[in-house]
């Protein structure tokens, strides 16, 4: 091992330790205190007592709301004209849409059983068609449950029941 017999260089070609280039802070005499950094807690100064939160108040334009226990919820307004989900399903549209579409589920996707429109959906399509016959029959007799009302095809997949 070789030792290094240069003197150390100084990197900013600092005449002086103390000297600090244009444009830096200078450092803080040693014997002044540093106070704290923000959030860290300072030890050995008595205790100030923390400043209370302002309590909550009603924002001014609402109307207040009176909410007793074990009273109902009340839905919140709904805008006239969208969908609401559990809205009832026309058992007209499923029916029609079982005759003429059923080889490809879409009845069974408008009534919300995705699993089984999925399962005739794939097999028509992964078949190439050649098994799109036998959904379609599959459809055909489902479309005729629906609009006679069956047992079965009354209600859709979350159980609302079907309207006119």
């Known amino acids: 091992m070789s030792e290094n017999t240069q003197p150390e260089q100084n ?3 600092l005449n002086k330790p103390t000297e600090v280039p244009a444009g830096y802070d200078q450092p803080a005499p040693v014997d002044t205190p540093v106070p704290p950094a923000y959030g860290t807690p300072s030890y050995g100064q008595p205790d100030a ?3 209370e939160a302002p309590a909550y108040q009603q924002p001014q334009g609402y109307p207040q ?3 007793q226990p074990g009273a109902p919820y009340q839905q919140p307004y709904q805008q006239p004209g969208f969908a609401v989900a ?3 399903k026309s058992k007209v549209v499923a029916g029609v849409l079982g005759i003429l579409l059923g080889s490809l589920g879409i009845h069974n996707f408008y009534l919300g059983y995705n699993k ?3 399962i005739q959906l794939l097999v028509s399509v992964l ?3 050649f098994l799109a016959w036998a959904i379609g029959i599959w459809g055909l007799i489902e479309g ?3 609009l006679v009302g069956s047992e079965n095809f009354r209600t859709d997949a979350n159980g609302v029941p079907l309207k006119e």
Do not use: R, T, W, Y
């Open 11 to 13: 990197p900013l070609g």
């Open 49 to 51: 007592p923390a400043p």
């Open 65 to 67: 709301q009176n909410v």
């Open 86 to 88: 559990g809205a009832q």
């Open 116 to 118: 089984k429109a999925l």
């Open 127 to 129: 078949s190439f068609g």
């Open 144 to 146: 005729i449950l629906i």
